[in-house]
């Protein structure tokens, strides 16, 4: 039997979540099988249940920050999947910092939310056009702003390539690759967010990684980089 992915909403508007259930009633591999209209509600009745992505209203009527939310909802041990009708790119990228699996806009269809649904709860991430805009435009001053080559060599050296086979997978000089890298370190560092080992690479990727995988002009490096 395929695995149905069980999913939780969270939206204050209950026109809303009826109208999801009776949406994906008819799909097989995905089913609605909790609402709520605040988090702290779902965690009191739901939060025992075995829930794969919850989608989560980004600005909810009870004033409840959208990071925090996250937050609540990842302890759970639960995917969280961001929707709004018009976004906030400051409470937007707040989601992502504090974890969410990506976010869309309520205008998508339905084809759109399952493939965002499926995507996120096999363990990927969802970088909608909105949410690529709202990177692309993010200047805050702790998030330096790296050229399409410095991302691609941090990705690759990141996901635990030696500098070697970063810049051969990179397709740039062994020299040019090393230079990269010392100025991904340079602009965390003057950014506020030291960054002196692989370590701190490795971490300044995870906690930036949607944002990095969205520059223009880079290649995700591929599964045999590690």
Known sequence: MARVVNVAAIDDDQMLLQGMRAWLAPVDDVAIV???ATVTEYLERHGGDRIDVVLLDLNLRDGTLPA????RLLRGG??????????????VLATIEAGAAGYITKDNDLPALLDA?????DGG????????????????PDRPQLSPQEALVLRIYASGATLQATARKAGIAY?????????VKRKYTE????????????DRYREDRMRLDDVPGTVPPDQGSR
Do not use: C, M, Q, W
Not at 68 to 71: H, L, M
Not at 78 to 91: A, K, Q
Not at 191 to 202: A, Q
């Open 34 to 36: 909790a609402t709520a």
């Open 191 to 202: 950014s506020g967010r030291p960054t002196h080992s692989k370590l701190d690479l490795v």
């Open 78 to 91: 639960t995917v969280v999947l961001v929707v709004s009708t018009i976004g906030d790119r400051e409470h």
């Open 125 to 140: 991430v969802v970088v909608s056009p909105e949410l690529a805009f709202a990177f692309s435009t993010d200047r805050r």
């Open 117 to 121: 649904i499926r995507t996120v709860a």
């Open 68 to 71: 925090e939310n996250v937050t």
């Open 175 to 183: 020299g040019t690759a090393r230079e990269y890298l010392d100025r």
